[in-house]
């Protein structure tokens, strides 16, 4: 910083919460787990591609890997089923049911498979009369549908908002089905998107969401590419005085999947999406294929340092507080006083550029005062030590690559200095034949 005489723009988030908030008990840290869509959309052809399609094989090939390899020890949690799980028709009760070939078992079974692993199970569906690939909606079998879920041992929704009709009937729908899981007693944890088709109509009233949801998508499907996780982090950026004061526990913005052990993200990319998901509380649903996940990639997505700041017990999302010369400074607020930082380098030509760090001019300054522990979490874990507020943190950051470093007041190390100082005083009284 000192060197290219810039300083960051801090930008101050209110720090108001909204007082009523979704009573369910659920996603008090940000939800861990996978989700289908982004890796196996609308795969329904298990005559060619049995091993790739929807059915109740895939979750439970992917229940089974999550337990073996060491995800589920990690965090993740839920297994979730995205679009085209269902029948082209509802049964003769109205009930919804799933494709019989390709679920020859039933959403119960697997439920109760799923449950054995110790994991959870998501469904998915639409408020709207029709989901976004055509299969039955949920228009007017709100509650219905909910019963349905609860019996079957279903533990989240996703309700997507493709078809909705009318805005009022999207927003409505949305809270009836809110209140409709409720009714089941069944713990249901509720992923929506309403803001996400509210935007191109007006801007979405987020205090009212955070009644209903416990997290909601903002911004278009994520793609594999870093240009969609690019453009979900600048979205989140311009928006964040509206939507970062909402998130806390029980309540999350959801910047959709994880694609990380896919194709279209370079190793630099990864772990930026990695870092900038940690640090922006969001749900950590990983949409790639844990059976032949690189073992780089799956090193990145269970990193015990990475998920537990996306865990942080004190809930914040954390936000942009400046972009200098290409680089992007983000922070995240972590209990006891800790922070996290990203310096995303959003140069895409080039080698790796060099960003000096002066402590002294973060918005959080005051955690190296008298003086800090940097630790460097991303790309690689490395004690940086001890600094104090003139320290300068020389940076070297790949191109689309990200430095992700938590810092800690150095509580530990002033008490004990304070206590040497103390002791040498001691020391100097009562040794009488002291040279002082
Ligand atoms: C339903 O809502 C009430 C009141 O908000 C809450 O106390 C209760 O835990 C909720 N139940 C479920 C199953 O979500
Ligand atoms: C669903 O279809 C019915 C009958 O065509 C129509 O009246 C209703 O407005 C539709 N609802 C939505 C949410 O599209
Ligand atoms: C939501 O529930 C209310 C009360 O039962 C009902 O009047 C309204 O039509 C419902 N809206 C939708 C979109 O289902
Ligand atoms: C937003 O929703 C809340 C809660 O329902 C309500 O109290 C508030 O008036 C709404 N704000 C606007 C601007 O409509």
């Known amino acids: 910083m000192a060197k290219t005489g810039v300083s960051l723009v801090i930008t101050i988030c209110a720090l108001i919460y909204p007082v009523h908030l979704l009573d369910n008990g659920l996603a008090q840290t940000p939800t861990m787990g996978w989700l289908h869509w982004e890796r196996f959309l609308c795969n329904v052809d298990c005559v060619n591609d049995p091993h790739n399609c929807i059915s109740e094989q895939l979750y439970m090939q992917m229940a089974d890997i999550m337990v073996q390899e060491g995800w589920k020890e990690a965090g993740y949690e839920y297994v979730c089923i995205?679009?085209?799980?269902l029948a082209q028709e509802r049964d003769a009760q109205d009930r919804l049911q799933p494709d019989p070939t390709r679920f020859p078992s039933g959403i119960k079974k697997l439920a109760d498979y799923v449950h054995s692993k110790g994991l959870k199970l998501g469904i998915y569906q639409d408020v709207g009369n029709l989901t976004c690939a055509g299969y039955p909606g949920s228009?007017?079998?709100?509650?219905?549908?909910?019963e349905t879920f609860a019996d079957w041992g279903v533990d989240l929704l996703k309700f997507d908002g493709c078809n909705f009709g009318t805005l009022d009937i999207l927003v409505?729908?949305?809270?009836?089905?809110s209140r409709a899981l409720n009714a089941t007693g069944r713990n249901i944890l509720y992923s929506c998107e309403w803001p996400l088709y509210l935007w191109p109509f007006h801007q979405p009233n987020y205090t009212d969401i955070r009644q209903y949801c416990n997290h909601w998508r903002n911004y278009g499907d994520v793609y594999d590419s870093w240009q969609s996780v690019k453009s979900i982090i600048d979205w989140t950026a311009i928006h964040?005085?509206?939507?970062?004061?909402v998130a806390g526990p029980g309540g999350w913005n959801d910047p959709d999947m994880l694609v990380i052990g896919n194709y279209g993200l370079s190793w630099d990319q990864q772990v930026s999406q990695m870092a900038m998901w940690v640090i922006m509380a969001a749900p950590l649903l990983m949409s790639n294929d844990l059976r032949s996940i690189d073992p780089k990639s799956k090193m990145l997505l269970q990193n015990k340092h990475l998920i537990a700041i996306s865990q942080d017990p004190l809930g914040r999302q954390g936000y942009r507080i400046g972009r200098v010369n290409s680089f992007d400074v983000w922070e995240?607020?972590?209990s006891g006083g800790r922070y996290a930082f990203a310096v995303l380098n959003r140069q895409e030509i080039g080698g790796p550029r060099q960003f000096p760090l002066l402590l002294a001019t973060l918005p959080s300054w005051k955690t190296c005062h008298p003086e800090c522990r940097v630790t460097q979490?991303?790309?690689s874990y490395q004690d940086l030590g001890v600094q104090n507020l003139f320290s300068t943190l020389k940076l070297t950051i790949n191109p689309s690559g990200t430095i992700l470093f938590t810092v800690t007041l150095n509580e530990g190390l002033a008490a004990e200095q304070k206590w040497n100082w103390n002791r040498n005083m001691n020391?100097?009284?009562k040794t009488p034949n002291s040279v002082f």
């Open 139 to 146: 228009h007017g079998y709100y509650d219905l549908d909910a």
């Open 82 to 85: 995205d679009d085209c799980w």
């Open 427 to 429: 020391k100097k009284r």
């Open 172 to 177: 409505e729908g949305y809270k009836n089905m």
């Open 332 to 334: 995240r607020p972590l």
């Open 377 to 379: 979490i991303l790309p």
């Open 240 to 245: 964040q005085n509206l939507i970062v004061p």
